[in-house]
């Protein structure tokens, strides 16, 4: 589905990065793991602040194009084909994991999110955005399947040992490619590794 999505000719999330992965980019520290990366405008705008970034995604279609849109940058990322369901990050070498629009399966969740944990060096960061359940009933963007979005509990529940920076829900407009436009319901959460 994702090869399919990512097979047209234009960027259909857009080439900008996320709007609060931007607002708190001056906290992320390198390396960088971004999860789900898609055609990578999350990455490529890490790596023009000088952070070294690793994106990984499910679709080769989208990391050529984030390949792509990396080298039109004169930047360079790295990336990587995976798939989430059995991806093992390595132990104690991320700065700041992003978590943007990846929405995930809990049976994925519950199993890829503690190994994202350890993935962290301690002090490190998680930047995560995503619909939250409320958007459900939205059609602006969004996987239509309840299980896949998120809450506030849930991210209590499923990042126990991260001491929360920001953890919020909030409505806002997002303009994101053709698939992520208009007001929308979202969880907003930074979380850090204890030290």
């Known amino acids: 589905m994702w090869d399919q999505r990512y097979a047209d000719k234009d960027y ?7 709007d609060f992965l931007r607002e708190y980019a001056g906290q992320i520290k390198g390396p960088v793991l971004s999860l789900a990366e898609g055609e990578g405008r999350n990455a490529v705008y890490l790596a023009s602040l000088g952070l070294d970034v690793l ?11 984030a390949q792509a849109l990396a080298t039109s940058k004169q930047l360079t990322i790295q990336t990587e084909v995976v798939d989430l369901a059995d991806f093992m990050p390595a132990s104690n070498l991320y700065g ?23 993935s962290l060096k301690p002090g490190g960061l998680l930047i995560l955005e995503a619909y939250a359940e409320e958007q459900l009933e939205r059609e602006t963007g969004g996987p239509k399947d309840i299980d896949m979005l998120m809450s506030l509990e849930k991210i209590q529940t ?4 991260l001491t929360p920076v920001v953890l919020q829900e909030v409505t806002r407009n997002i303009v994101e490619g053709k698939f992520h436009t208009g007001e929308a319901c979202v969880i907003q959460f ?6």
């Open 158 to 161: 499923e990042w126990p040992t």
């Open 55 to 65: 994106g990984v995604d499910s679709s080769a279609v989208g990391l050529q194009k």
């Open 190 to 195: 930074i979380g850090q590794k204890p030290l």
């Open 12 to 18: 259909v999330y857009g080439t900008e990065p996320n």
């Open 96 to 118: 700041s994991v992003v978590s943007i629009s990846a929405h995930l399966p809990s049976v994925i969740r519950h199993r890829l999110y503690p190994l994202i944990e350890q």
